[in-house]
């Protein structure tokens, strides 16, 4: 019972020192309880009648322990809620004198619940107090979230290894649902209101409290881990934290995060797939508003550089091109909206040049960039309508005139050169192009293009490979066409001069390539599918994740498409001895 001693109580020293010195312990302990028990004169002839019922003394003081310390809670309460200015300076200077008669007992566990929950209700903890706190392990992980905060605060570090395996945790998560073998569903199918609910985001939560100092630390450690790995699941929660307090209306953070308002809109666009004018005006008018050198601009090149957002805006930017297309007669470089998008993704794409640097300026985009290369992408968009056109006049005139030969499409135009060249040298070619492929992947037009447009995204300069998200988004949309697969042309596009063709050693590769497998493999030519799979193989250097879903796989394939392949060859031996 360490501590009540320096209170006036005796606690167990003396009773130890008292029955080592007694000539008659018996007495002694008696004295001990008469002097230390309840003092209450109604209370003697009560205690009897506890005894004929059994009712041990232990039992007796522990209930009456457990009613007192919830009334002293009560009360502890009660001064801490006094809000008036003079009444809630008398209440905390009483919290505090409190504190400091009560804090030596802490070390009592049974008492240390109580000034665990002083500590909660004082506005401030005196620094020597949060010393004692920091220095006794037992103390410190007993210590309520409320009074972590205070030590934190404090003490970065500790706030730090708290923090550290959360985002560890976090990323994984992000990982693991983007390689899972149980949906063909992309990263992106998850609405932004849902991934907000998450355990993690909440335990995020809890610990930055209202405290603006812990959000600036938690947003820190966010740039710092994003500059070191490149790994834009910290960018998502950047935007994703932001958001979160928002929705738990924690205005004492959200109004000093000045990133708050263009965050807001656009969680909105990605929470409707699409940035529409009016939205994209507000999103204009806030980047037009920062001051140059403004370091918020990092962080808004942070939040763009989200997954979700990048896909939403190259979905914005693809869907308006092919409006302009269909609808109008006008040039990309006249459209304001485009020039918009191309904009965000410029910046969403240099978002760790502008943090690694600390030079915060908007990357200029090149004039060549919407004037050359966006036009000649569009008419790659303009040939896939014209032959979707054909394809339709086709299937027309073989229904009207089934006695005539029927028809067939012209054979594609080469790629223009300007598509060729931009897609090896410029981001944000890349980027439309990943997104127009996942889109006629959804689509019934322009599949044709697929094999010819992926082997150029194998050799650009935006190195994709280090953004499982965009590969994600695609294999996903590969996924929902297996019956492309069943055509060689198609698989070798893919996997040869695609998925395979950089470093099929790559963990992350062999999940990409393993996901794909596990849903188009049926479609898929066998001797092909062998080939693919023995180059995929995990070695021992793999990670247990890789060997898994490898296993996995073969386990499916195993029993399906490769078993039936074992029965038609034997069916087909026999045929031949016959």
């Given at each position: 019972?360490?501590?009540?001693?320096?209170?006036?109580?005796?606690?167990?020293?003396?009773?130890?020192?008292?029955?080592?010195?007694?000539?008659?312990?018996?007495?002694?302990?008696?004295?001990?309880?008469?002097?230390?028990?309840?003092?209450?004169?109604?209370?003697?002839?009560?205690?009897?009648?506890?005894?004929?019922?059994?009712?041990?003394?232990?039992?007796?003081?522990?209930?009456?322990?457990?009613?007192?310390?919830?009334?002293?809670?009560?009360?502890?309460?009660?001064?801490?809620s006094?809000?008036?200015?003079?009444?809630?300076?008398?209440?905390?200077?009483?919290?505090?004198?409190?504190?400091?008669?009560?804090?030596?007992?802490?070390?009592?566990?049974?008492?240390?619940?109580?000034?665990?929950?002083?500590?909660?209700?004082?506005?401030?903890?005196?620094?020597?107090?949060i010393?004692?706190?920091?220095?006794d392990k037992?103390?410190?992980?007993?210590?309520?979230?409320?009074?972590?905060?205070?030590?934190?605060?404090?003490?970065?570090?500790?706030?730090?290894?708290?923090?550290?395996?959360?985002?560890?945790?976090?990323?994984?998560?992000?990982?693991?649902?983007?390689?899972?073998?149980?949906?063909?569903?992309?990263?992106?199918?998850?609405?932004?209101?849902?991934?907000?609910?998450?355990?993690?985001?909440?335990?995020?939560?809890?610990?930055?409290?209202?405290?603006?100092?812990?959000?600036?630390?938690?947003?820190?450690?966010?740039?710092?881990?994003?500059?070191?790995?490149?790994?834009?699941?910290?960018?998502?929660?950047?935007?994703?934290?932001?958001?979160?307090?928002?929705?738990?209306?924690?205005?004492?953070?959200?109004?000093?995060?000045?990133?708050?308002?263009?965050a807001?809109?656009?969680?909105?666009?990605?929470?409707e797939?699409?940035?529409?004018?009016?939205?994209?005006?507000?999103?204009?008018?806030?980047?037009?508003?920062?001051?140059?050198?403004?370091?918020?601009?990092?962080?808004i090149?942070?939040?763009?550089?989200?997954?979700?957002?990048?896909?939403?805006?190259?979905?914005?930017?693809?869907?308006?091109?092919?409006?302009?297309?269909?609808?109008?007669?006008?040039?990309?470089?006249?459209?304001?909206?485009?020039?918009?998008?191309?904009?965000?993704?410029?910046?969403?794409?240099?978002?760790?040049d502008?943090?690694?640097?600390?030079?915060?300026?908007?990357?200029?985009l090149?004039?060549?960039?919407?004037?050359k290369?966006?036009?000649?992408?569009?008419?790659?968009?303009?040939?896939?309508?014209?032959?979707?056109?054909?394809?339709?006049?086709?299937?027309?005139?073989?229904?009207?005139?089934?006695?005539?030969?029927?028809?067939?499409?012209?054979?594609?135009?080469?790629?223009?050169?300007?598509?060729?060249?931009?897609?090896?040298?410029?981001?944000?070619?890349?980027?439309?192009?990943?997104?127009?492929?996942d889109?006629?992947?959804?689509?019934?037009?322009?599949?044709?293009?697929i094999?010819?447009?992926?082997?150029?995204?194998?050799?650009?300069?935006?190195?994709?490979?280090?953004?499982?998200?965009l590969?994600?988004?695609?294999?996903?949309?590969?996924?929902?066409?297996?019956?492309?697969?069943?055509?060689?042309?198609?698989?070798?596009?893919?996997?040869?001069?695609?998925?395979?063709?950089?470093?099929?050693?790559?963990?992350?590769?062999?999940?990409?390539?393993?996901?794909?497998?596990?849903?188009v493999?049926?479609?898929?030519?066998?001797?092909?599918?062998?080939?693919?799979?023995?180059?995929?193989?995990?070695?021992?250097?793999?990670?247990?994740?890789?060997?898994?879903?490898?296993t996995?796989?073969?386990?499916?394939?195993?029993?399906?498409?490769?078993?039936?392949?074992?029965?038609?060859?034997?069916?087909?031996?026999?045929?031949?001895?016959?």
């Amino acid at each position: 019972m360490s501590g009540l001693e320096e209170i006036g109580i005796p606690g167990s020293e003396y009773l130890r020192d008292t029955l080592t010195n007694c000539s008659d312990p018996l007495r002694a302990i008696e004295e001990f309880q008469t002097e230390n028990g309840i003092l209450l004169p109604s209370l003697q002839p009560a205690l009897p009648l506890l005894d004929l019922h059994n009712v041990r003394r232990l039992q007796f003081h522990q209930s009456v322990f457990l009613e007192l310390r919830t009334r002293l809670m009560e009360r502890i309460d009660a001064l801490a809620s006094k809000t008036e200015p003079p009444d809630q300076k008398s209440g905390q200077k009483q919290l505090l004198e409190l504190l400091a008669k009560s804090y030596p007992v802490i070390k009592v566990p049974v008492l240390r619940p109580i000034v665990m929950h002083l500590l909660q209700r004082v506005d401030t903890i005196p620094p020597g107090t949060i010393k004692k706190l920091v220095t006794d392990k037992e103390l410190y992980r007993d210590c309520p979230i409320e009074v972590k905060r205070h030590i934190w605060r404090q003490n970065q570090s500790l706030f730090g290894d708290e923090l550290s395996p959360l985002l560890t945790e976090y990323v994984s998560h992000k990982e693991e649902s983007m390689f899972s073998l149980s949906t063909k569903n992309s990263l992106y199918s998850v609405s932004p209101k849902t991934r907000r609910q998450s355990e993690l985001i909440a335990k995020q939560l809890e610990m930055i409290g209202q405290q603006v100092k812990l959000y600036d630390v938690t947003l820190q450690f966010l740039r710092t881990l994003f500059l070191r790995t490149r790994n834009v699941h910290y960018c998502t929660l950047r935007a994703e934290l932001l958001m979160a307090l928002h929705d738990a209306n924690n205005n004492a953070i959200c109004e000093v995060d000045l990133c708050h308002k263009f965050a807001w809109c656009l969680d909105a666009c990605i929470r409707e797939r699409m940035i529409d004018t009016k939205r994209g005006i507000q999103l204009e008018k806030y980047l037009d508003g920062l001051r140059k050198g403004q370091e918020v601009l990092g962080d808004i090149a942070m939040i763009l550089c989200d997954p979700f957002a990048i896909y939403t805006i190259s979905r914005s930017i693809v869907n308006l091109l092919e409006q302009v297309v269909v609808v109008s007669e006008g040039l990309p470089r006249d459209n304001r909206e485009i020039a918009l998008l191309l904009r965000l993704a410029n910046l969403a794409l240099s978002a760790w040049d502008i943090i690694d640097s600390q030079v915060f300026k908007e990357p200029r985009l090149s004039s060549d960039t919407i004037s050359k290369l966006v036009p000649s992408i569009q008419s790659v968009m303009v040939d896939d309508q014209i032959r979707l056109s054909d394809s339709r006049i086709i299937e027309e005139l073989a229904r009207d005139h089934p006695e005539d030969e029927p028809g067939s499409l012209p054979t594609p135009e080469p790629l223009p050169k300007t598509v060729v060249a931009g897609i090896k040298c410029n981001k944000l070619a890349v980027l439309i192009t990943l997104q127009y492929v996942d889109k006629v992947c959804n689509g019934n037009y322009g599949r044709h293009n697929i094999p010819r447009l992926l082997p150029l995204l194998a050799d650009c300069e935006l190195d994709i490979w280090q953004n499982d998200s965009l590969i994600n988004g695609l294999v996903s949309s590969l996924c929902s066409i297996p019956d492309e697969f069943a055509r060689p042309a198609f698989c070798q596009g893919v996997f040869d001069e695609f998925l395979l063709r950089s470093s099929s050693s790559q963990e992350n590769v062999i999940k990409h390539v393993v996901r794909l497998l596990y849903f188009v493999a049926y479609k898929m030519p066998v001797d092909i599918l062998v080939t693919i799979l023995e180059v995929v193989r995990p070695s021992e250097e793999h990670s247990v994740p890789v060997h898994k879903a490898y296993t996995t796989l073969r386990d499916k394939l195993d029993k399906s498409v490769l078993s039936k392949d074992d029965e038609d060859t034997d069916v087909s031996d026999n045929m031949e001895s016959d």
